[in-house]
């Protein structure tokens, strides 16, 4: 009842900058906190940055200064801006949202993922 799309991944070079977006669609009551994550190969998931409803945001100590997350609740869409892009930023992006659903006049609210967009940066 809820999808989370991403896109704008793909290949930079190192210093580049790509801009990834995430919107959401469904029976959505309302959106709490939203972030990115990302996952490298053989590592594990980790928080890239959040974004609280009131737009408090959190930043893994690794890309402090180079990206920032917004979002546009009009659109249900959360947004990551990376500049200054390292070769270590290589990994497969992913969404996570915080939503509450009404259906039936019954309301749900759990935390839901997107299916990942790759970002490749090249030395």
């Known amino acids: 009842q809820v999808q989370l799309v991403e896109s704008g991944g793909g290949l930079v070079q190192a210093g580049g900058s790509l801009r990834l977006s995430c919107a959401a669609s469904g029976s959505i009551f309302s959106i709490n906190a939203m972030g990115w994550y990302r996952q490298a190969p053989g590592e594990q998931r980790e928080l890239v940055a959040a974004i609280t409803s009131g737009v408090r945001t959190n930043y893994a100590d690794s890309v402090k200064g180079r990206f920032t997350i917004s979002r546009d609740n009009a659109k249900n869409t959360v947004y990551l801006q990376m500049n200054s892009l390292k070769p270590e930023d290589t990994a497969v992006y992913y969404c996570?949202?915080?939503?509450?659903?009404?259906?039936?006049?019954?309301?749900?609210?759990?935390?839901?993922w997107g299916q990942g967009t790759q970002v490749t940066v090249s030395s």
């Open positions: 996570n949202a915080d939503i509450t659903l009404r259906v039936l006049g019954r309301t749900n609210r759990d935390g839901y």
